[in-house]
């Protein structure tokens, strides 16, 4: 695993923008093709093997959390739990999901895992493949993602209740080019889809049913929206109510998988496993930890800590379920950039990777999209 300089090219913002790429420059630089990362084949080999691995451990973490009723570790209501359950038990639709690995060209290690609503799937998928074309013909990428969401939407289209799906998210430029995309593969595999706003999802409380800004029941919907925040809102017991007519995708079991609080049993399950960091609920024997709350993005209010003194720390709006403490892993450093490897699950297999990196310790929303091939 090598971090090497490159020059960009030439137009860079008008081939960017051609693809349809619209925040690549977004509060400050975000893909950066000043460098690429070069990994060996045995490399890809090590990453998709734990990719795969850790995909499997966690279906048993969720069929475990959900036969012991732990979902109080969550901080899950219990009006919600009847949809977690049902979407578990009747195995509703799940597409996708990211990984986030640390990586030193030897050890593999789970960071946590977003299940629910993971971004930067456009620019593994498309971006830098694309950069891949242009600079590097010649050479291959761990990145099939793409293929492989075409062809399990293929997969699902018969098992589906009708072959028309919604796809909603927030309208920031962000959020709405990473739903469009997957609308898009969706539309390549066969369906008939549409864009919603998140906002302009209605609900006809004489049929108890979601519907569209037309007025058309809406029978399945892709969301780019957390399931975190959706308890908080009426919104999420509505889909209670509607348990038995709209199909979620991702379903809601994937609050369970997305939650921090899946990392302490994980290591419980799976002690000493190579793949996991030691974690618990408190800090226990650790010195050197990361303090994670249940719920966050972008890195809100994680702290890092070495002899149980703080050496970097986020703040945010997070942390009010609470934390788990997880064993610390070094980041390689090249040259003050840490790199984290966002490893894409899509269906049941390990598709493609995708890099942020950050003059910081903590990855947060200043980090950047760097492209990677393989040598």
């Not at 081939?15 to 977004?26: A, C, M, R």
């Not at 999901?97 to 930067?120: C, I, Q």
């Not at 945010?316 to 403490?325: M, N, S, V, W």
Request: charged share 25%; proline share 5%.
């Amino acid at each position: 695993m090598k971090r090497i300089a490159t020059a960009p090219r030439e137009n860079l913002t008008e081939k960017l923008e051609s693809l349809g790429f619209g925040y690549h420059s977004l509060e400050g630089l975000y893909w950066d093709e000043s460098a690429y990362y070069e990994f060996s084949l045995h490399e890809i080999n090590k990453l998709e093997t734990a990719t795969a691995e850790l995909w499997q451990m966690y279906l048993e973490a969720v069929e475990h959390v959900i036969s012991k009723g732990l979902f109080f570790k969550f901080h899950i209501p219990e009006w919600f739990r009847p949809a977690i359950i049902k979407s578990w038990e009747d195995d509703f639709p799940s597409v996708y999901g990211r990984f986030d690995l640390g990586f030193d060209g030897e050890s593999v290690k789970l960071m946590e895992f977003n299940a629910d609503t993971p971004t930067s799937l456009y620019e593994a998928a498309v971006v830098q493949w694309h950069w891949l074309q242009e600079r590097f013909p010649e050479r291959d990428q761990f990145n099939s993602i793409h293929e492989k969401l075409v062809d399990y939407w293929k997969y699902l289209k018969p098992f589906l209740s009708c072959d028309f799906v919604h796809f909603a998210s927030m309208t920031n430029v962000e959020d709405v080019t990473n739903t469009e995309y997957m609308r898009d593969c969706a539309t390549q595999a066969g369906l008939e889809t549409a864009f919603i706003g998140i906002q302009d999802i209605g609900w006809a409380e004489e049929i108890s049913e979601f519907i569209d800004e037309n007025q058309e029941v809406i029978q399945i919907i892709f969301k780019l929206y957390p399931y975190e925040w959706i308890i908080e809102e009426d919104f999420g017991r509505k889909i209670v109510e509607n348990l038995n007519k709209t199909t979620w995708i991702e379903p809601s079991w994937k609050i369970l998988a997305s939650s921090k609080a899946m990392l302490p049993i994980l290591w419980e399950l799976f002690p000493n496993h190579p793949l996991l960091l030691e974690c618990y609920t408190d800090p226990r024997n650790l010195t050197d930890y990361a303090k994670k709350p249940l719920y966050s993005r972008e890195g809100a209010n994680i702290s890092l800590y070495k002899n149980h003194s703080p050496i970097a720390q986020n703040s945010g709006e997070y942390g009010k379920e609470g934390y788990i403490y997880q064993k610390l892993f070094s980041l390689p450093n090249f040259d003050g950039n840490y790199p984290v490897i966002g490893s894409w699950i899509i269906g049941q297999e390990a598709a493609g990777i995708g890099i942020r990196e950050s003059v910081n310790l903590i990855t947060n929303n200043e980090s950047r999209f760097v492209p990677h091939l393989i040598v």
